[in-house]
């Protein structure tokens, strides 16, 4: 089964503008990552935060951890066209080496 | 650096066959896991192999089965495929497998069609 929900399912937003996503996961982790999947193809690995991580930022992407309320939230800032594709959270637990992945958030970017 | 390379990239096989799929991970790179994804269940993982030894199993039937190579390649199995097994099956890699902080790769994917 899956470990988080990812919300909103779907984003459509207007080039240039920002995109956030949210992520719930529901046990301790060890870490989140995000990765990006266009079209049905393989994952592209995003960012990783760690449980004593509160935010960290890499280019135009920015993920804060809450590990109070079990969320993250991804934030793309000045979207681009070719930011369209489905975004996935996956968490790691203490002690487990596999990824536990949310449901995806898929993004549009409108031109 | 070659990236996570998978073998073939589309497939097409009938109910009540065996499928085998290929995944060479990034050179150094000594685990490699297995995925599952579909539109119904979304990403789900299979099995992840580390020095040849499975150390992590997911949800699965016995009709799915993989291995390792000394070379850290990795196979994985299907028997008797059922249509709820059409998927696109990915595979990644990463370096030491432990501690969990490291970056996972993953390869373009297999599309599995089953007919």
């Known amino acids: 089964s899956q470990q988080g929900e990812e919300d909103p399912q779907a984003l459509s937003i207007q080039e240039g503008e920002n995109a956030t996503m949210n992520c719930s996961y529901k046990?301790?982790?060890?870490?989140l990552q995000w990765y990006r999947q266009n079209s049905g193809r393989g994952l592209v690995h995003l960012i990783l935060i760690r449980s004593n991580e509160r935010e960290k930022h890499s280019g135009r992407l920015r993920v804060t951890l809450d590990t109070s309320k079990k969320s993250s939230s991804l934030l793309i800032t000045a979207s681009r066209a070719a930011d369209t594709a489905s975004y996935f959270c996956?968490?790691?637990?203490?002690?487990?080496?596999?990824?536990?992945f949310g449901t995806g958030t898929r993004l549009t970017i409108i031109p | 650096k070659a990236g996570v390379t998978q073998t073939p990239r589309y497939l097409i096989k009938t109910r009540g066959q065996q499928v085998t799929l290929s995944c060479s991970p990034i050179s150094g790179h000594r685990s490699v896991s297995w995925y599952q994804q579909t539109p119904g269940q979304g990403l789900q993982f299979l099995f992840e192999y580390f020095s040849e030894t499975q150390r992590n199993k997911g949800n699965f039937p016995g009709r799915f089965s993989g291995r390792q190579f000394s070379n850290s390649r990795s196979e994985m199995n299907v028997s008797t495929l059922e249509l709820g097994d059409s998927a696109l099956y990915l595979c990644a890699s990463r370096r030491s497998g432990q501690g969990g902080h490291d970056t996972q790769y993953f390869g373009p994917g297999t599309r599995l069609t089953v007919l």
């Open positions: 046990t301790s982790i060890n870490n």
């Open positions: 996956a968490t790691r637990y203490f002690g487990n080496e596999k990824l536990t």
